[in-house]
């Protein structure tokens, strides 16, 4: 957006637009037929309109989707961001003026945000190394990059000068941050001492941490300077050792209890989200049964399961034993069911207690009543935080509030200053 910018595009509503641009994802089946979908509809709306296709499925599928997808005018993959301003340009037909020839760096103040109001994604590592081998990430993204500190911490500067109140860093596994520069170790603590420099009220969110990646120094800095939510997105995907293995993880529910239990005991108000992957290749009604007993000891917060999708390219692909699809989404449905009372119970925890508030949006300015989110909500995949207010609040700041009760995964909320 910021390169289409600096060419003089800019983004209006799709009604106006002269091209529209469709972000894809190529993770798993599902994320593949939504892109492909989102294609279809937008190109039965707007026949006339260019339709340029980007992202990861567009990466990875270049030369099939060029054959079979005609609806799309023009493929954009994410391996040279840079070529946007090239694509978008002949997409339409028409001469290339001279395109940037390098993306803005990072603390230029050029990059528009499509975050949530206050809140703002700082992605620090690029691919992935681990090579699980259900993965298709590390096909389409690529092995590990990271960004240097000092590039990370001047975005991150820059966004606070905007007026950012919340900091979430990502990355496919931010755990490994910096390994491909700093023989093989995390770096991810001495990125945190530097982001604890800047004064201010602000929120850092750590997202995705594989869990056999775990540096432990963090915790640390967190106990220290408490701008660093206690918030850990821990994808443990699996309880059975065996399954974990056939997975290329090293972890077992033995050591993954261990990490929880350091991490609660450390910082008792701990927040653990993570993600299971039900009917993987080999998944027998014993490993099942390891999975559901790992749910029940580690009582998460927050869980998001999903099914296993055949990637071609990935070790996985080849393996025996698969899984019914229907056998699959069964056992997910028992582990989302299983799962309901466990995150309510930890969310009960919060009732009668104050914290701060990030306000999202306003629902009915009238009745004061608005949207946001408490540090054990990261945007979009939690509950909200439903706040009622005397007095006009602004998407984007922080109040103090008080929860006085939860509705399904939701935390209500008063003011009280
Ligand atoms: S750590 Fe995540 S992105 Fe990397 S290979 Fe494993 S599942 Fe894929």
Redesign the pocket.
């Given at each position: 957006m910021a390169l289409l910018g600096g060419a003089g595009w800019s983004a209006v509503d799709a009604a106006d637009a002269d091209i529209i641009i469709i972000n894809s994802c190529g993770f798993i089946e599902s994320a593949k037929q939504e892109s492909i979908n989102a294609v279809l509809l937008w190109r039965k709306r707007y026949p006339d309109k260019k339709i340029l296709l980007a992202g990861c499925l567009a990466q990875r599928y270049a030369k099939e989707l060029a054959e079979s997808l005609p609806e799309a005018d023009r493929l954009f993959g994410n391996a040279d961001l840079g070529g946007i301003v090239e694509a978008a340009q002949c997409a339409m037909g028409v001469e290339l003026a001279e395109p940037p020839s390098k993306l803005p760096a990072a603390g230029d103040g050029r990059r528009p945000l499509l975050s949530l109001p206050g809140s703002a994604y700082v992605k620090i590592n690029e691919g992935?190394?681990?090579?699980?081998t259900?993965?298709s990430?590390?096909l389409i993204?690529g092995p590990l990059r990271s960004r240097s500190i000092a590039d990370v911490l001047a975005e991150c500067r820059e966004l606070l000068g905007r007026g950012i109140r919340e900091l979430c860093l990502i990355g496919?596994?931010i755990g490994s941050y910096g390994k491909d520069f700093s023989g093989g170790q995390s770096i991810l603590p001495d990125l945190l001492e530097a982001l604890s420099e800047p004064e201010g009220d602000f929120w850092v969110r750590l997202l995705?941490i594989?869990p056999d990646n775990f540096p432990l120094p963090i915790l640390d800095i967190m106990e220290r300077d408490k701008r660093f939510l206690p918030y850990f997105d821990l994808?443990f995907?699996h309880g059975s050792e065996k399954i974990l293995a056939a997975m290329n993880?090293r972890g077992n529910a033995a050591a993954y209890l261990s990490l929880i239990e350091t991490i609660r005991s450390r910082l008792p108000d701990a927040v653990i989200r993570s993600t299971f992957l039900l009917g993987f290749p080999g998944e027998a009604d014993e490993d099942f049964r390891a999975l559901l007993d790992f749910q029940d000891k580690a009582q998460l917060d927050w869980l998001g399961c999903f099914t296993y999708s055949r990637e071609e390219d990935t070790p996985a692909y080849a393996m025996k034993n698969r899984v019914s699809k229907k056998l699959a989404a069964e056992r997910k449905r028992m582990v989302e069911e299983r799962q309901i009372s466990i995150t309510e119970k930890q969310m009960d925890r919060f009732v009668g207690r104050e914290f701060d508030v990030l306000v999202e949006e306003a629902v009915d300015e009238e009745d004061g009543l608005y949207l946001g989110r408490l540090f054990c909500q990261a945007p979009e995949v939690d509950g909200a935080a439903v706040i009622n207010s005397d007095r006009n609040l602004a998407p984007g700041a922080f109040v103090r509030g008080r929860v006085t009760g939860r509705a399904g995964f939701d935390l209500e909320v008063v003011l009280i200053s």
């Open positions: 992935c190394n681990n090579r699980c259900f993965c990430i590390p993204r496919q596994d995705y594989h994808p995907q993880r």
